[in-house]
């Protein structure tokens, strides 16, 4: 099992405490073993980003959208162009979905 960044998120060290249902650190055997059994249910198992999210509402924390994520492939040039703009509106700050000639490209 692994944990997808898709687009990308951020959360500080006490939100993911808090997902661990941990006040502080270390976290026990079984906290741990709670957390990862949490992220292998449904819905959205198969989708790692989409079951963070789940599991970070489940224990109260509050989703946010940030500018500069890039969360779906790029298939549009019109699109690609005001992103990589050098006076775009918001940085650049991840792309998911990009492969090989794209990423040459970008």
Same mark, same amino acid.
């Given at each position: ?50 079951? &963070? =999210?789940?599991? $970070?509402?489940?224990?109260? *924390?509050? !989703?946010?959208?940030?500018? @500069?994520? +890039? ?12 992103? &990589? =703009?050098?006076? $775009?509106?918001?940085?650049? *700050?991840? !792309?998911?979905?990009?492969? @090989?000639? +794209?990423?040459?490209?970008?």
């Amino acid at each position: 099992a692994g944990l997808c960044g898709g687009g990308g998120y951020m959360f500080s060290r006490q939100s993911l405490l808090s997902m661990a249902s941990a006040d502080a650190s270390p976290v026990s055997k079984q906290q741990q073993n709670n957390f990862l059994d949490e992220f292998m249910q449904e819905p959205s198992a198969d989708w790692c980003d989409v079951r &963070f =999210a789940c599991v $970070a509402q489940m224990h109260g *924390l509050k !989703l946010q959208s940030m500018p @500069g994520l +890039h969360g779906w492939s790029m298939s549009r040039p019109k699109e690609e162009r005001l992103i &990589f =703009a050098k006076d $775009a509106k918001t940085s650049m *700050l991840t !792309l998911h979905y990009i492969r @090989g000639e +794209h990423m040459q490209r970008v």
